[in-house]
């Protein structure tokens, strides 16, 4: 791999409702989304993509597919690019679930079974050693908000935050492959010895 492209996932029917879900294969994307997933086809239309990844999530596959709607690129599913599993969260508010991780630490797991941010940054790093081992030049990677910005923070040096920056549906970011080493380095570092920079127990 030489140069890789996040994109998060187009308008979602989880959006619209501000609902989290990370139970595969979940809703698809809504009108909104279809019409965004062109666009970033659009946006990435001078890029030589060899090849395309999402989540097993139906959101990512579908702004996968309708963005590389034209070309004839190879498309896979890669778990390790699923979203933070929320536990019970999943299926609720999302307010709900961002107002319990702004008041725990990142190593603290969901309740109901979920993923720790920690554990979702490993996870995040492991996907990203996946992807540069890979023989094709330029990926075209389709995930979910919270692992697109932890790699896209992650490659600028800097850790994650309990209160994270937004990040827009179906807008490419280019990163080159020693920047995507370091996000890779970065998360497992991180996660070894987690703090936020956001927060008072982050210093």
């Known amino acids: 791999m030489r140069t890789l492209i ?56 579908e702004t996968l597919a309708l963005a590389l709607a034209t070309r004839s690129v190879p ?25 319990w991780a702004w008041e725990n630490e990142p ?3 969901c309740p109901g079974g979920g993923e720790s941010r920690t554990d979702a940054a490993r996870r995040f790093a492991d996907a990203l050693s996946v992807l540069l081992a890979r023989p094709e030049e330029t ?35 280019r990163l080159e492959r020693d920047a995507v080493h370091l996000a890779a380095e970065v998360l497992r570092g991180w996660a070894e010895a987690p703090r936020f920079a956001d927060t008072p127990f982050g210093g």
């Open 6 to 61: 996040l994109a998060r996932h187009a308008h979602a029917e989880s959006n619209a409702g501000e609902f989290v879900n990370s139970t595969p294969p979940g809703g698809g994307l809504s009108d909104e989304g279809r019409e965004e997933s062109g666009l970033l086809g659009s946006l990435v239309a001078s890029d030589p993509i060899d090849v395309g990844f999402s989540s097993r999530l139906l959101r990512t596959q």
């Open 75 to 99: 498309r896979f599913v890669e778990p390790l690019l699923d979203e933070i599993g929320f536990g019970s969260f999943d299926g609720g508010s999302l307010a709900a679930y961002r107002r």
């Open 107 to 109: 190593d603290e797991p």
């Open 139 to 173: 990926l075209l990677v389709v995930s979910h908000a919270l692992p697109i910005r932890y790699v896209i923070d992650a490659s600028d040096g800097r850790f994650p935050a309990a209160r994270l920056a937004q990040v827009a549906h179906a807008t490419p970011f």
